[in-house]
């Protein structure tokens, strides 16, 4: 089935719900058994449904069998935020006195629970180049667990060669965990690439409306038991009404990322043609380092990228630009409806690698609205620019 059929149709249930096609909103503390026999029988930390509002309910099981379908995977788990999901995941793998390699340009979060959380409970993190491809055997320890990627980078959109990776990391059975917020399950097949684990921040695309917080977590069943059983451990399960949010999101979003991805690529390509712009990150442009991976890995592309403003302009032209944009709010957060734009400061937080550009480094979030307004507020944005200098 095509994903946007899948979008369409997936966990409609009329029958159970006098003909509703929305499965409806359950919030739920407690969930009740019939008889004391299947109260009795239930292995609470092990069930793989519903028996209290902290483990699931009908509103989460619908949107993990959504999300699990458009990403080909047996088991998608749902948790109360991105970096939660991530969290879990690490947890479940990973114990005292091991080892995880992560990429130089993770998302800023992730870096923070590796260097304060997963440090505190003896777990030693190395970061690598995301440039590096099959050179990432040579970092391989014997207690090396955790392969953590996520292609394009966050804030400077390095591709990984993450079939490379992966076929390394196998060799060693380790486990490679992949944030693929950025491709969304539509533009990039995880398991077909080798990832075991991919996890998004549904907060982004997923919903795509910026008014929740969530992520989620996937896996073939192979590894679905383990996950679970960290999962309900720590308790990080969304609120019914975030599900059912989540999950009304979702069904657009097909239509939504298609149009993103052209209009993205629109605003790129004009700033690829401007003098104030030295270069463009986006992977779908030929300009771009790594192009040919994201043309081999993805079938599309998000409407978040960077650019890389020419060296030299003064801080309060900067601010001049910025704060004047009419359509480009300045805020954290992507893949909602609303355009963005912030600064970024990669040199302050890489450590394997150099980040060696001197200009102010711009990341934009292309939203719903209409591409020639976006282009004309840019372009009174760097009038602005230029006129402080
Ligand atoms: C936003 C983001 C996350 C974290 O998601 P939250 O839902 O905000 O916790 C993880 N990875 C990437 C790449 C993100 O951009």
Same mark, same amino acid.
């Given at each position: 089935?095509?994903?946007?059929?899948?979008?369409?149709?997936?966990?409609?249930?009329?029958?159970?719900?006098?003909?509703?096609?929305?499965?409806?909103?359950?919030?739920?503390?407690? &969930?009740?058994?019939?008889?004391?026999?299947?109260?009795?029988?239930?292995?609470? !930390?092990?069930?793989?449904?519903?028996?209290?509002?902290?483990? !699931?309910?009908?509103?989460?099981?619908?949107?993990?069998?959504?999300?699990?379908?458009?990403?080909?995977?047996?088991?998608?788990?749902?948790?109360? #935020?991105?970096?939660?999901?991530?969290?879990?995941?690490?947890?479940?793998?990973?114990? #005292?006195?091991?080892?995880?390699?992560?990429?130089? #340009?993770?998302?800023?979060?992730? =870096? =923070?629970?590796?260097?304060?959380?997963?440090? =505190?409970?003896?777990?030693?993190?190395?970061?690598?180049?995301?440039? &590096? *491809?099959?050179?990432?055997?040579?970092?391989?320890?014997?207690?090396?667990?955790? &392969?953590?990627?996520?292609?394009?980078?966050?804030?400077?959109?390095?591709?990984?060669?993450?079939?490379?990776?992966?076929?390394?990391?196998?060799?060693?059975?380790?486990?490679?965990?992949?944030?693929?917020?950025?491709?969304?399950?539509?533009?990039?097949?995880?398991?077909?690439?080798? &990832?075991?684990?991919?996890?998004?921040?549904?907060?982004?695309?997923?919903?795509?409306?910026?008014?929740?917080?969530?992520?989620?977590?996937?896996?073939?069943?192979?590894?679905?038991?383990?996950?679970?059983?960290?999962? =309900?451990?720590?308790?990080?399960?969304? #609120? !019914?009404?975030?599900?059912?949010?989540?999950?009304?999101?979702?069904?657009?979003?097909?239509?939504?990322?298609?149009?993103?991805?052209?209009?993205?690529?629109?605003?790129?390509?004009?700033?690829?043609?401007?003098?104030?712009?030295?270069?463009?990150?986006?992977?779908?442009?030929?300009?771009?380092?790594?192009?040919?991976?994201?043309?081999?890995?993805?079938?599309?592309?998000?409407? /978040?990228?960077?650019?890389? /403003?020419?060296?030299?302009?003064?801080?309060?032209?900067?601010?001049?630009?910025?704060?004047?944009?009419?359509?480009?709010?300045? !805020?954290?957060?992507?893949?909602?409806?609303?355009?963005?734009?912030?600064?970024?400061?990669?040199?302050?937080?890489?450590?394997?690698?150099?980040?060696?550009?001197?200009?102010?480094?711009?990341?934009?979030?292309?939203?719903?609205?209409?591409?020639?307004?976006?282009?004309?507020?840019?372009?009174?944005?760097?009038?602005?620019?230029?006129?402080? *200098?």
């Amino acid at each position: 089935m095509n994903n946007e059929t899948i979008l369409a149709t997936i966990s409609c249930s009329p029958e159970k719900h006098r003909g509703v096609v929305s499965v409806p909103v359950y919030r739920a503390s407690t &969930i009740l058994f019939p008889t004391l026999a299947e109260f009795e029988a239930a292995d609470i !930390g092990a069930c793989d449904y519903a028996v209290y509002g902290r483990y !699931g309910t009908p509103t989460s099981e619908a949107l993990e069998e959504a999300i699990a379908a458009i990403e080909n995977a047996d088991n998608s788990i749902v948790v109360s #935020s991105g970096i939660g999901a991530i969290a879990v995941a690490f947890l479940t793998f990973l114990n #005292s006195g091991d080892h995880v390699l992560v990429a130089d #340009s993770v998302y800023g979060p992730t =870096r =923070r629970f590796c260097d304060y959380e997963l440090k =505190r409970f003896g777990v030693e993190t190395t970061y690598y180049d995301p440039c &590096i *491809g099959a050179g990432i055997e040579d970092l391989i320890r014997p207690n090396t667990k955790v &392969i953590f990627l996520e292609s394009p980078g966050s804030l400077t959109f390095e591709m990984q060669d993450i079939p490379a990776i992966a076929n390394a990391a196998h060799k060693h059975d380790i486990v490679v965990i992949a944030d693929n917020t950025w491709a969304t399950p539509l533009f990039m097949k995880a398991f077909d690439l080798g &990832i075991d684990i991919p996890i998004h921040s549904v907060t982004k695309y997923m919903s795509g409306h910026s008014d929740i917080v969530m992520g989620v977590i996937s896996c073939k069943s192979v590894h679905y038991k383990k996950l679970l059983h960290t999962f =309900r451990n720590i308790g990080a399960r969304p #609120s !019914g009404d975030d599900c059912y949010l989540a999950l009304r999101g979702m069904r657009t979003m097909a239509v939504r990322v298609k149009h993103q991805y052209e209009a993205g690529l629109k605003v790129a390509n004009w700033l690829a043609n401007r003098p104030e712009v030295a270069e463009v990150l986006h992977p779908a442009l030929q300009s771009c380092a790594g192009h040919d991976i994201w043309k081999r890995d993805c079938t599309g592309a998000t409407s /978040l990228f960077s650019i890389v /403003l020419k060296n030299g302009y003064s801080h309060a032209a900067l601010s001049a630009m910025l704060d004047g944009l009419e359509y480009f709010g300045m !805020g954290y957060s992507w893949g909602g409806f609303e355009s963005l734009i912030i600064t970024c400061t990669p040199q302050k937080i890489r450590t394997a690698t150099k980040w060696t550009r001197e200009g102010y480094l711009l990341r934009i979030h292309v939203g719903l609205e209409n591409t020639d307004d976006l282009i004309a507020d840019l372009e009174k944005g760097f009038a602005r620019l230029k006129a402080v *200098g």
